[in-house]
């Protein structure tokens, strides 16, 4: 079976400080994908990014970036220089890759609060 | 830039009434889903939708729950008779490559 623990269910910061938001992932499928879901107060769940299990390159994309580590089955997010516009519930997430349907599993999630 | 959508954004019924949340997936999209939200908690499952049936489902989507692509466009999940504990967030989802989520509705079941 397939899960993704989210540990830590609030992370307040100050603005400008940098933040990481820890996911680990368990599955037996040797192949799978890796997601991460932003939630802002408005409700909706926004993509940020999927990677997938044979490319364990970190990503970055402006302030954002991910460290996925498969020896400890992690794919951490951090965030550079936090602003109060990344206040919101952030969602780690992991599906199949053998399938089509790839039903997404998530994690508990993490709400992140910047204060200016 | 193409997005799900969904309809309504807020529903409020009486408890053992039906109710249908409407979404229109990405055009292109093949594969469609639906997941729900218990206020505070994590985003769940319930059911994808592929060729025309369901091709996977949640111990959640039980006989009280439906889906259906009536036509080309609209993604449908239908509560036959809704309950107390089925107040959440639904969210739709629609997939070429990576799933893309609507905006929601929130349905609160009194």
């Known amino acids: 079976a397939q899960k993704v623990t989210q540990a830590q269910t609030e992370i307040s910061v100050v603005e400008k400080e940098d933040v990481t938001l820890d996911c680990v992932y368990e599955?037996?499928?040797?192949?799978?994908?890796l997601f991460w879901y932003k939630q802002p107060p408005s409700g909706e769940l926004v993509f940020l990014i999927r990677?997938?299990?044979?490319?364990?390159q970190n990503e970055i994309s402006g302030r954002y970036s991910w460290n996925f580590q498969k020896s400890t089955s992690s794919f951490n997010f951090t965030i550079t220089a936090s602003q109060v516009v990344d206040s919101a519930v952030y969602f780690c997430?992991?599906?199949?890759?053998?399938?089509?349907?790839?039903?997404?599993?998530f994690g508990t999630g993490t709400r992140l609060l910047v204060s200016p | 830039e193409p997005e799900v959508t969904q309809t309504p954004s807020h529903q409020v019924t009486q408890m053992g009434q039906e109710v249908i949340l409407r979404c229109v997936p990405i055009?292109?999209?093949?594969?469609f889903y639906w997941y729900r939200q218990i206020l505070g908690q994590k985003v769940e499952f319930l059911v994808s939708?592929?060729?025309?049936?369901?091709?996977?489902k949640s111990e959640i989507f039980d006989d009280q729950f439906s889906v259906e692509r009536p036509d080309g466009s609209n993604f449908t999940l239908k509560i036959r008779s809704t309950k107390l504990e089925d107040s959440a967030m639904y969210f739709c989802?629609?997939?070429?490559?990576?799933?893309?989520f609507g905006p929601g509705t929130r349905l609160l079941v009194l």
């Open positions: 989802a629609s997939k070429a490559e990576t799933q893309y």
């Open positions: 599955t037996r499928d040797t192949t799978y994908y």
């Open positions: 990677r997938n299990s044979f490319d364990e």
């Open positions: 997430a992991l599906s199949d890759l053998n399938t089509g349907f790839q039903k997404l599993v």
């Open positions: 055009s292109n999209h093949l594969y």
């Open positions: 939708f592929y060729n025309n049936e369901i091709s996977e």
